[in-house]
């Protein structure tokens, strides 16, 4: 786990707050060149360096728990930092419209470093991105801007997961200004949670704020649209913040990486019944979320 600590990629300028570097910032050259795999977290908003670090180290260990399977996993690892948190102090949380514009101008940085990779020997590089909350936008803003260039045979995208996405449902919709990003993936991971009262309240209130829908409802709210994703997975419980910490995201994600994780997750932790008509919804307890030995 020490040496995927290390494998940094950023576009800040600053650890607190500031402006979009031109170029991305690397922590230990080469990575990501001349891997045959490369596995990159993207944090939400509102998220400092040093949080973003903090909340990436929870997951990691959680993939290091796993075992030896996952040790590939934690090799292929590196870690994405964008300036999603304008400091406002106590009201920092209404900066969410004013992230958007970040999110987008980060994901043109990254797409034009991402399009050089290329693997050992010219082969090419499997790219897989884990995103949080408004680190999906930057995903699937970085995903569009692929699947409208002519992408180099070096580099493919096969898969990656959503956890809590902040991108409102209609945007990876057929005809949605990301639904050419959402559908270059071939095996996609969406986990959700019913509990989350930041996607459940103030979402549609900062996207209505941004102007780019009025009161839409976030992906990671239910889980839509139910037919784009490869998988999709309640984490019951889970509020906005919880995913990073969750061991359960882990097992998930290393399952989609094709680590055979001997983790057994109970039904009554990753599932409910059919996503509702409308979003309105009673309030719920909150189920246990700890994942029994294996």
Not at 57 to 79: E, I, N, R, W
Not at 148 to 158: E, G, K, R, S, Y
Request: aromatic fraction near 8%.
């Amino acid at each position: 786990m020490a040496g995927a600590a290390s494998n940094e990629l950023s576009v800040r300028e600053e650890p607190v707050g500031g402006a979009v570097r031109p170029t991305v910032k690397l922590s230990s050259e080469p990575f990501p060149q001349g891997r045959r795999r490369v596995v990159l977290l993207v944090h939400g908003y509102n998220n400092t360096e040093k949080a973003a670090r903090d909340a990436y180290g929870h997951f990691t260990g959680d993939l290091d728990a796993l075992g030896a399977g996952a040790s590939s996993v934690l090799a292929d690892l590196g870690k994405v930092y964008w300036p999603g948190d304008t400091s406002l102090g106590p009201l920092s949380f209404l900066s969410y419209p004013a992230e958007i514009t970040p999110a987008k101008d980060s994901a043109a940085v990254l797409a034009a470093y991402l399009a050089t990779l290329v693997g050992p020997g010219g082969s090419p590089t499997e790219i897989y991105l884990v995103g949080h909350s408004l680190g999906n936008r930057v995903i699937l803003e970085l995903l569009t801007r692929f699947a409208a260039m002519p992408l180099p045979a070096t580099v493919q995208v096969p898969g990656g997961c959503l956890m809590a996405a902040a991108v409102q449902v209609d945007m990876v919709e057929p005809g949605g200004a990301l639904r050419s990003g959402a559908t270059l993936w071939t095996r996609t991971l969406t986990l959700y949670s019913r509990d989350d009262r930041v996607l459940h309240w103030a979402f549609p209130i900062g996207q209505t704020a941004a102007g780019e829908g009025f009161f839409p409802t976030a992906v990671g709210r239910f889980g839509q649209p139910g037919d784009l994703w490869t998988t999709r997975q309640e984490l019951c419980g889970n509020g906005h913040s919880d995913y990073w910490g969750d061991p359960r995201a882990a097992v998930l994600v290393a399952r989609l990486l094709g680590v055979a994780v001997a983790v057994d997750i109970p039904a009554s932790a990753i599932s409910r019944s059919a996503i509702p008509e409308t979003p309105a919804l009673p309030e719920r307890a909150l189920l246990e979320r700890q994942i029994p030995e294996a």
